[in-house]
């Protein structure tokens, strides 16, 4: 059973490989099409600027979050460390 389940697993992860490699690809593709056209990267510049301006305060939010998320896992492994060390030296 372990065995037919491991090779599921394994057929999704090629799956997955094989989609995040075309997708890769197609996107070098696009990326060069692009490059070609100045105006093209004006513009996507542009809409760029426009999506972060108008979804400023969700990304700051967000942001915000994660850092905040980062500093308690840090925090926490701080203190997993100091414990190590005190039952180190009873």
């Known amino acids: 059973m ?3 389940h491991g090779a599921k697993t394994m057929s999704k992860e090629v799956l997955k490989g ?3 490699t075309a997708t890769v690809h197609s996107g070098s593709k696009l990326m060069k099409n692009i490059a070609k ?3 093209l990267v004006f513009g996507l510049g542009i809409l760029a600027g426009y999506v972060v301006y108008k ?3 969700e990304i700051i ?4 979050k994660v850092v905040d998320a980062g500093k308690d ?5 701080k203190e997993n460390l100091e414990d190590l060390v005190a ?3 009873e």
């Not at 896992?73 to 492994?77: E, G």
């Open 73 to 77: 896992f840090v925090l926490q492994q």
């Open 37 to 39: 056209h100045p105006v």
């Open 55 to 57: 979804y400023r305060k």
């Open 61 to 64: 939010s967000s942001t915000t």
């Open 2 to 4: 372990t065995h037919v």
């Open 87 to 89: 039952e180190t030296k």
């Open 18 to 20: 094989s989609v995040a």
